[in-house]
């Protein structure tokens, strides 16, 4: 099994900052990219910010120069600071993991269960 557990979702004021920490435990051989997607009421799923095994980095235009995503490959786990927050951010955020349960596995993407965030005055 492989689970994927989000923290630090909540209330915040348009402005102000909030940081995503997403872990991934159980039979994990290894993880070849991590992202954090959102879903707005009445919205589709959306990618925010994406980051494979190197270090490039992928993030939605909306987001850019207000959200930075990294990881820490020894923790298996993935964050995303959110800076300058607005309304329209505000949304159920949900950690992804492209991960590989052995060696010989193909890479099967596995989700947490969400973390909201919202941000109004």
């Known amino acids: 099994q492989v689970q994927l557990v989000e923290s630090g979702g909540g209330l915040v004021e348009p402005g102000g900052s909030l940081r995503l920490s997403c872990a991934a435990s159980g039979s994990i051989f290894r993880i070849n990219a991590m992202g954090w997607y959102r879903q707005a ?22 987001v850019k120069g207000r ?6 490959n020894a923790k298996n786990a993935v964050y995303l600071q ?3 927050l607005k309304p329209e951010d505000t949304a159920v955020y949900y ?10 596995s193909v ?15």
């Open 82 to 84: 959110m800076n300058s």
């Open 95 to 104: 950690c992804n993991g492209q991960i590989q349960r052995s060696m010989m």
């Open 41 to 62: 009421p009445g919205k589709q799923r959306e990618l925010v910010a994406r980051i494979p095994s190197g270090d490039s980095t992928v993030y939605a235009d909306s």
């Open 67 to 72: 959200f930075t995503i990294s990881r820490d």
């Open 107 to 121: 890479t099967f993407s596995y989700w947490g269960q969400g973390t909201q965030v919202t941000v109004s005055s």
